[in-house]
């Protein structure tokens, strides 16, 4: 079989999966950027062909011009495509064995620094510290909150409509479209409701030709549409620089720093693996208990269990 019919027929297999149409693309990029390397004919590749020895020339040369990142993920599209080539006895084994693939480090949370930078944070935020072109205090605060309070990724935010939130008075809940479409519900308290109403109020002044339906987006930009990726990053980092708290920012966190403060802090008052998961739309357990480790809860117990802790205590205190 050609491989480029393997790999539609790939596609057609993962369709009961529902994957998002974003990790669909990213898979067809996967997929195609090695097959280019592979020939200069990709039409006419036969799946026999792609040899142990191949994809580590082609995998070589993808390296050479990609970030590890990049080649981490093409080589995991990479297993599961050749991995669907052998259940479908297409090929008699899996070559990627014998492929290498960087090393992943260990997933570090990136909070905020200081203990009261959140606070100072939304403070900054809800009195309008922020000097734009066209200040909006009520959505500057909204954003904040939504990372701080809730956890939300930058994509999460975008995806949020009028009707996200919703319940009864006092027990409302934000639902959320998560990363992998792994939809959650977030408890949310009164202060947040009032948040959420005191933005959407601000937009029936700012547009008030406009008309906000149950599914219209709810963060929105100075001109009344959607807001982006880009804009949503450079509202939460200039929000850092006029509350002037940017030097308490980890490289290359910025928005995500919002998420990964509130997961920290669920850790340190004591939340479980599984709370955090469930809060974050994590996929893996792992990543949730990787918060608990960087807090060193568990270990700061387990060391203050030591017996010989209680003999220091009366030679200090006899």
């Known amino acids: 079989m050609k491989v480029l019919e393997a790999q539609a027929a790939f596609f057609a297999a993962r369709r009961p999966r529902k ?3 974003h990790t669909t693309d990213a898979y067809r990029r996967d997929l195609a950027g090695i097959t280019a390397l592979l020939t200069d004919d990709p039409e006419e590749l036969e799946v026999e062909q792609l040899t142990a020895q191949a994809l580590r020339t082609a995998f070589g040369a993808f390296a ?3 970030a590890k990142s990049s080649v981490l993920r093409a ?5 599961q495509f050749l991995t669907f080539c052998v259940s ?4 008699a084994g899996n070559p990627m064995g014998a492929v290498a693939r960087p090393k992943t480090p260990p997933l570090s949370p990136k909070p905020l620094r200081g203990e009261d930078t959140p606070e100072k944070l939304l403070k900054a935020a809800a009195d309008g510290t922020r000097q734009a072109r066209d200040p909006w205090p009520e959505r500057d605060l909204l954003v904040i909150a939504l990372g701080l309070v809730a956890g939300l990724r930058s994509a999460e935010m975008r995806t949020l409509t009028t009707d996200s939130l919703a319940g009864r008075p006092g027990e409302m809940r934000l639902h959320v479209h998560g990363k992998g479409s792994r939809d959650r519900s977030i408890p949310v308290e009164p ?3 009032r948040i959420i109403e005191a933005y959407v109020e601000s937009c ?6 406009r008309r906000f339906n149950r599914s219209a987006k709810l963060l929105l930009d100075r001109n009344g549409d959607p807001i982006g990726r880009g804009g949503l990053e450079y509202l939460v980092k200039s929000c850092y620089r006029w509350a002037g708290l940017h030097d308490r920012v980890p490289v290359g966190a910025n928005l995500h720093a ?8 669920l850790a340190e008052d004591g939340a479980t693996a599984s709370e955090i998961m469930a809060l974050l739309g994590h996929a893996s357990l792992a990543t949730s208990q990787n918060y608990i480790e960087a807090t060193g809860r568990e270990r700061r117990a387990a060391t203050a269990s030591n017996r010989t802790y209680q003999s220091l205590d009366k030679v200090l205190d006899p």
Do not use: K, V
């Open 204 to 209: 029936t002044r700012r547009f008030p030709s």
């Open 258 to 265: 919002l998420r990964h403060t509130f997961a920290t802090r």
């Open 75 to 79: 080589w995991s599209t990479w297993n």
């Open 191 to 193: 202060i947040m409701e």
């Open 64 to 66: 050479d011009g990609h």
């Open 88 to 91: 479908d006895g297409l090929l």
């Open 19 to 21: 994957d998002s149409p």
